[in-house]
């Protein structure tokens, strides 16, 4: 199982990236993806999730409004679309999958990729 996040990278606040995460060596269309951050001195939390057909999602309250999730089976992807960045959404950001309901707690996911830094300054 890998999974690899990247698209991080500096961006002024008030900005947007899109994080991508390759998947390969499962099934990936049978498991759901969730994106997670961690900044510095911070425990890790969840930003999205999504089912493994796509039809559901969910998001932190932190990030509702602002982050998209949504996934391309046949590409082994799952997209990130980051609008409206603040300086609080500074963070490595982590894709992870699991079998099963998407979730938003990391305790529940199984792999783990590495991540990617998104770091949001004037």
């Known amino acids: 199982v890998q999974l690899q996040a990247f698209g991080g990278g500096l961006v002024q606040p008030g900005g947007s990236l899109r994080l991508s995460c390759a998947a390969s060596?499962?099934?990936?269309?049978?498991?759901?993806i969730g994106w997670f951050r961690q900044a510095p001195g911070k425990e890790r939390e969840g930003v999205s999730c999504i089912s493994h057909t796509g039809d559901t999602t969910h998001y932190a309250d932190s990030v509702k409004g602002r982050f998209t999730i949504s996934r391309d089976n046949a590409k082994n992807t799952v997209y990130l679309q980051m609008y409206s960045l603040k300086p609080e959404d500074t963070a490595v950001y982590y894709c992870?999958?699991?079998?099963?309901?998407?979730?938003?707690?990391?305790?529940?996911?199984?792999?783990w990729g590495q991540g990617t830094l998104v770091t949001v300054s004037s």
């Open positions: 060596g499962f099934a990936f269309d049978d498991y759901a």
């Open positions: 992870s999958a699991r079998w099963g309901l998407a979730l938003m707690d990391p305790e529940s996911y199984d792999h």
